[in-house]
């Protein structure tokens, strides 16, 4: 069973910091990439982080970019998203998902992690 868990998530004030982990079962973690999704209330589902195993690439968005670092750790199956510098904007459900490529449609996602900046 294919299996994407998300953890980390919480309640921080502005300036903190908070690291989400994927935990990924299932299928052959290093043929895909792994991408941080987040959706605020109100608002569409925006990609924020790639990182593609295969090709050794990270992508950021600009909303996080200088902020935010995605890392893998193939041993243990598992992609972290470290978060500095929070701003209340970052309010949102993290997910994560996993896809063949960075950018491309992603075949599993997780079920989501709530995370809450307090100004």
């Known amino acids: 069973e294919v299996q994407l868990v998300e953890s980390g998530g919480g309640l921080v004030q502005a300036g903190g910091s908070l690291r989400l982990s994927c935990a990924a079962s299932?299928?052959?973690?290093?043929?895909?990439?792994i991408g941080w999704f987040r959706q605020a209330p109100g608002k569409e589902r925006e990609g924020i982080s790639c990182?593609?195993?295969?090709?050794?690439?990270?992508y950021y968005a600009d909303s996080v970019k200088g902020r935010f670092t995605i890392s893998s750790d193939n041993a243990k199956n598992t992609v972290s998203l470290q978060m500095n510098s929070l701003k209340p904007e970052d309010t949102a459900v993290y997910y994560c998902?996993?896809?063949?490529?960075?950018?491309?449609?992603?075949?599993?996602w997780g079920q989501g992690t709530e995370v809450t900046v307090s100004s």
């Open positions: 998902a996993a896809g063949l490529v960075c950018g491309r449609g992603y075949n599993y």
């Open positions: 299932g299928f052959t973690f290093d043929d895909y990439a």
């Open positions: 990182i593609s195993k295969r090709y050794g690439r990270t």
